[in-house]
């Protein structure tokens, strides 16, 4: 997917491998994954963050071109596999991970630790990267959408790959899949932001079915939305009800709020009865969200009492990520489904949000830079996962980067915790 160019301030923290989520229920944290790095590895490294000049941005590396590199992979009907052995690593990189603890970011957020331990790695065959969504699974595993059309389960604990399932659309081709919820009953819902689209997959990866969509969420000419600036966050709601999906990007003829925020439509449906049949949900409301300017939507993750987890990110090329966790409220927005062009007047209010951190100000860890940013802690952030809660009302967060396949870029794990505030 693209990142839109921002000026920056950029943000990144970033944690350590051994536990990001095992933490998060209050294991102890493990050490790193891997030996320590060589002299030589590391020399490699620090020559390639002083080369680096510019970045290919998401979606525009030469390396990271739409094609499907899941070889070795099950087909839909062939089920998962699983590798005890773990990932390969082929490039000889081993993990590199702060300290345990805190770090604050801001007065709400603090980063733990974080892990390029998955970096350009592989799992029988399948190129470990290129991800853009990652959730918690109903058997305590991770799992985590490359946008080659390819879901990957890790170890709850370790992060590690365990299994690799292919999916592909109705016709058997791969999918630019971007965001990812999984059902009470394990079954997983997936959004690509190429029609846009959410289908809905069993575990074995098999299509069970496709949710309807509002014709002006469609990529133009059938509707209003532009290409690669749709589906591009997904969240389903504790208990299992209410579907949330993010547009990354404006529809034609929407524009500003009265602060110059550009406006966003977020779209909902509800699941009916216990979720039986091929695509068990239903249209819900529609509403506005007021995104900073220069940014898009990355992520969106659900809270119990209604309010979301806002990842917005950007891109400026020879500077960097601009990273930034908001907290949107949505419960007392207007139903926008019927409004042809925002603002729509005084009678629409979008969606409330409050700045939790700009990651940009995260102490950097130590992190390195394959390319120039502002915080070397900081790559394009795509993923995002409540892992679990700490003491206080805080929540234990997991943040995940899509390296595109690219040199440049880094599969990262950031484990944050955050504090949402009242209610």
Not at 3 to 21: D, E, Y
Not at 46 to 54: E, H, Q, Y
Not at 93 to 103: E, K, L, P, Q, T
Not at 326 to 353: E, F, H, N, Q, T
Request: with cysteine; glycine share 14%; charged share 20%.
């Amino acid at each position: 997917m693209r990142v839109r160019s921002a000026v920056v301030r950029v943000t990144a923290a970033v944690l350590a491998a051994g536990c990001l989520t095992a933490c998060a229920e209050g294991a102890p944290a493990a050490g790193p994954d891997g030996a320590a790095k060589t002299a030589a590895d590391s020399a490699a490294s620090a020559t390639a963050g002083r080369t680096a000049s510019s970045a290919t941005g998401p979606g525009t590396s030469a390396a990271s071109a739409r094609t499907d590199k899941g070889g070795g992979l099950p087909s839909a009907a062939g089920g998962q596999a699983s590798d005890p052995s773990g990932p390969s690593n082929p490039s000889g990189r081993n993990d590199r991970s702060s300290v345990a603890g805190g770090h604050p970011c801001s007065p709400s957020v603090s980063i733990d630790r974080y892990s390029d331990a998955l970096d350009k790695t592989t799992f029988q065959g399948t190129f470990v990267g290129n991800l853009s969504a990652v959730t918690r699974d109903t058997d305590g595993s991770l799992a985590a959408l490359s946008d080659r059309s390819v879901l990957i389960g890790l170890d709850g604990r370790s992060h590690r790959p365990v299994r690799a399932t292919r999916i592909t659309d109705e016709k058997g081709a791969v999918l630019d899949a971007e965001g990812l919820a999984v059902e009470p009953g394990g079954r997983y819902l997936v959004s690509s932001e190429t029609e846009p689209s959410v289908r809905r997959y069993d575990r074995s990866g098999a299509l069970l079915g496709r949710l309807p969509v509002p014709k002006a969420l469609q990529v133009e000419p059938a509707g209003r939305a532009q290409s690669n600036q749709t589906f591009e966050g997904l969240t389903l709601a504790p208990g299992g009800r209410t579907l949330t999906a993010a547009m990354e990007g404006q529809l034609t003829g929407d524009g500003k709020d009265g602060a110059g925020h550009p406006l966003l439509r977020f779209q909902t449906w509800q699941r009916q009865g216990g979720g039986a049949g091929l695509a068990p949900y239903r249209l819900s409301r529609q509403y506005a969200y007021p995104v900073d300017a220069g940014l898009g939507i990355s992520e969106i993750a659900a809270l119990p009492d209604g309010r979301l987890l806002v990842l917005e990110r950007g891109f400026t090329a020879g500077v960097g990520n601009t990273v930034r966790l908001y907290l949107a409220d949505p419960r007392r927005a207007s139903d926008i489904s019927g409004v042809g062009g925002l603002p729509g007047g005084k009678a629409v209010r979008p969606a409330r949000k409050k700045l939790l951190a700009d990651l940009g100000a995260c102490p950097s860890l130590g992190a390195p830079a394959h390319q120039p940013q502002t915080n070397p802690l900081l790559d394009n952030v795509e993923g995002m996962a409540i892992a679990g809660r700490a003491p206080g009302g805080r929540l234990r967060v997991l943040l995940v980067s899509d390296d595109n396949e690219s040199p440049k870029q880094i599969t990262r794990l950031y484990s944050l915790t955050v504090r949402p505030g009242g209610r």
